[in-house]
Structure formats: C-alpha cells, structure tokens
C-alpha cells in the first residue's frame, strides 16, 4: 500500500510564504514524477508544478517566479516552497506521485494526497 501524506498547509497573509511537504511511503520501487496541484471549490482541479525524477521541473504561469519545486529521491519526499503568496492562491493543495510499485506496469499509477488547505488572507 503506498501513502502520499502532506503537510504545511494554513493560513498566511496576502505577500507571505508557505513550504507545503509531502512524503511518500509504502512498497515502493521507483518515483516519476511528483507534483502539486491546487483546486478550488467550483472549478477544475489545476497543475501547480511537477519535477521528474532528474529535477526537470515545470510551474503553471500564475505560479512562476513565486514558488519553487524540490525533491528528495532518496527520501521519496516533495516540497513546494510558495513565496509572495496572493488571495488567488487559496485553494487545496494536493501532492501527486507516479510510483512504480512491484508488480505494476512500467509507468507505474497515479497516487494523490488528502490534501491539505492553504488560505491567503488578511
């Protein structure tokens, strides 16, 4: 069973900063990619950033120059650091992982986090 646990989520005031850490545990053979996505209530669920495996990254527009993605292989953890943080950025923060289990396909299944909440208000 593998287990995508988040953490670091809450409430910061419009300019703040937040770092948002996920870890993955469980029968794990290898990690694609990992990332962050964020949703809010009537509207579709959208990437924030993700990072393979070798640290190439990618950030959705409205996030970029703002936060920033890392990883840890061997510790099978993602942290998203999220800088000079806008109402806009209210949402639920879910982490992603690509994990190749034993026994799975060689791309491996998609496993999400509960998610965890980040408000940006005054």
């Known amino acids: 069973q593998v287990q995508l646990v988040e953490s670091g989520g809450g409430l910061v005031q419009p300019g703040g900063s937040l770092r948002l850490s996920c870890a993955a545990s469980?029968?794990?053979?290898?990690?694609?990619?990992m990332g962050w996505y964020r949703q809010v209530p009537g509207k579709q669920r959208e990437l924030v950033a993700h990072?393979?495996?070798?640290?190439?990254?990618n950030y959705a527009d409205s996030v970029k120059g703002r936060f920033t993605i890392s990883r840890d292989n061997a510790k099978n953890t993602v942290d998203l650091q999220a800088n000079s943080l806008k109402p806009e950025d209210t949402a639920v923060y879910s982490c992603?992982?690509?994990?190749?289990?034993?026994?799975?396909?060689?791309?491996?299944?998609?496993?999400w986090g509960q998610g965890t909440q980040v408000t940006v208000s005054s």
């Open positions: 469980g029968r794990i053979f290898s990690i694609n990619v």
């Open positions: 990072i393979t495996s070798g640290g190439s990254t």
């Open positions: 992603y992982a690509k994990i190749r289990t034993p026994g799975s396909s060689f791309f491996g299944n998609d496993y």
